[in-house]
């Protein structure tokens, strides 16, 4: 049995020898998004920002903390704000168009990224706020006996 038996070699084009081989085969494609959903999630110590296609695959994410703010800063409108411009950038080579909004949580920073998607120059086609809330709360403890 000999070294090369068992291995597949597989053909590689001789017009892509130069270019990388296999690698710079592969065909890259640019998605085309026209309509998108933003989803913010706001809570008191951050806010996080995500676009996603009709289909729920994330085109582009962002959150304050990952902008370079640090504690207590990240839950601030301005933060919220920049965020949000943050986003738009990066989902900008989507061609987005239409923008539902989805605002879930309560902080200080809800207005100001919603108003930071809607000075963006987008669409904005729906605003939903899915904030959870409690219906009953939770069972109270049974009566201490002593």
Known sequence: MSETEGVQKTPVDPALAGKGGVEAAKKISKKQVINGIAHISVSYNNTIIA???TKGEILSWSSAGALGFKGTKKSTPYAANLVA?????????????????????VGPGRESAVRGLAGSGLNITGLMDK????????KSPKPRRV
């Open 51 to 53: 676009i996603a296609d």
């Open 131 to 138: 904030t959870p809330t409690a219906h009953n709360g939770v």
């Open 85 to 105: 411009k943050s986003v738009v950038e990066k989902a900008r080579k989507y061609n987005l168009v239409n923008l539902k909004i989805i605002v879930k949580g």
